[in-house]
């Protein structure tokens, strides 16, 4: 089955750098690569996608990139504020229901 | 809309008690899930419904039952708790409604005692 490692498991950053958070995938079906961001007591809420017919996707200051061919994907926060601090999970699927989660990451960004 | 509704919010079980976690939502949607967090492991499938009377398993279905009697609600049973199923409990569903994004619960905090 698939396994979806995730790096780093803590990442501390000032305000206004940016943060890279990476993933790994094993199976190579999988077709469907989500970002999730949970909040302290409260579930994880989507904050970005990407599908595997597609290499880059921005969403203001949150893109994600593919690679397929390495099978590794990236969440990239640029200007980072206080509020980006909490924990991001990245996910791969083949199809939209059997997410696979990584370990998760948590973002620590300081004033 | 509320969303995905799951109760109770927390819940402290003694061992080999049986209790059944709740989960609604009102966004029709045809998939539901079930997922338990435990800490440095993220979220693990443990069963999931792509429609009212289908179920399948996931990663880790021992100890947990499910059923799908209508399109709202996807009750998660644990028949006879133990000290392994202290979790942090989420459901999710997700379909036409609202395309492939897979929207949570506010979760469950099992403990096991």
């Known amino acids: 089955g698939e396994n979806v490692e995730q790096h780093p498991s803590t990442l501390s950053v000032q305000e206004g750098d940016s943060a890279v958070i990476k993933c790994t995938y094993s199976d190579s079906a999988s077709n469907y690569f989500p970002w999730y961001k949970q909040e302290l007591g409260k579930g994880p809420q989507l904050i970005i996608d990407i599908r595997s017919n597609v290499g880059e996707k921005k969403d203001q200051r949150i893109a994600v990139t593919l690679n397929k061919t390495a099978k590794h994907f990236s969440l990239h926060i640029t200007e980072t504020q206080p509020e980006d601090s909490a924990v991001y999970f990245c996910?791969?699927?083949?199809?939209?229901?059997?997410?696979?989660f990584g370990t998760g990451t948590r973002l620590l960004v300081s004033p | 809309n509320a969303g995905v509704t799951q109760t109770p919010k927390f819940q402290v079980l003694k061992t080999g008690q049986s209790m059944t976690l709740q989960c609604a939502q009102d966004?029709?949607?045809?998939?539901m899930s079930w997922y338990r967090q435990d800490p440095g492991m993220g979220l693990r499938l443990i069963h999931y419904s792509v429609g009212a009377g289908i179920t399948d398993q996931g990663e880790v279905p021992n100890g947990y039952n499910v059923s799908r009697s209508t399109t709202e609600d996807f009750p998660l049973r644990l028949l006879s708790a133990a000290p392994s199923q202290t979790s942090v409990y989420f459901c999710?569903?997700?379909?036409?409604?609202?395309?492939?994004?897979?929207?949570f619960g506010q979760g469950t905090r099992l403990t096991v005692v």
């Open positions: 966004m029709n949607h045809e998939y």
């Open positions: 996910a791969a699927s083949n199809g939209f229901q059997k997410l696979v």
């Open positions: 999710a569903s997700n379909g036409r409604g609202g395309g492939t994004e897979a929207f």
